[in-house]
């Protein structure tokens, strides 16, 4: 079955750098577009970036210059590269498949001095 397992969570001080990975199994990522949302408490679910097939990518334009979206097919995960991050961005950040409405259990990202 679809699993999806978002690691790589963490605090980190405004202006800091993190990676979050997202491990899938029980489907090929590279036939599907993968996408990162983040949802921050007493707010709605946000897209953040998302990447298809072909390898287009795609990034809201809170996190564009910043974000990284990115896949290894051979490992079957999905990354998002946050530089630069900014109190704002902190949050639980999901990864799936948006069209299937697939999506991991979240990681948290606390970004504070």
């Known amino acids: 079955q679809v699993q999806l397992v978002e690691s790589g969570g963490g605090l980190v001080q405004p202006g800091g750098s993190l990676r979050l990975s997202c491990a899938a199994s029980g489907f090929r990522i590279s036939i599907n577009t993968m996408g990162w949302y983040r949802q921050a408490p007493g707010k709605s679910r946000e897209w953040v970036a998302n990447?298809?097939?072909?390898?287009?990518?795609n990034y809201a334009d809170s996190v564009k210059g910043r974000f990284t979206i990115s896949r290894d097919n051979a490992l079957n995960t999905v990354y998002l590269q946050m530089n630069s991050l900014r109190p704002e961005d902190a949050a639980v950040y999901y990864c799936?498949?948006?069209?299937?409405?697939?999506w991991g259990q979240g990681t948290q990202v606390s970004v504070s001095s």
């Open positions: 799936g498949i948006p069209s299937r409405g697939k």
């Open positions: 990447i298809s097939s072909g390898g287009n990518t």
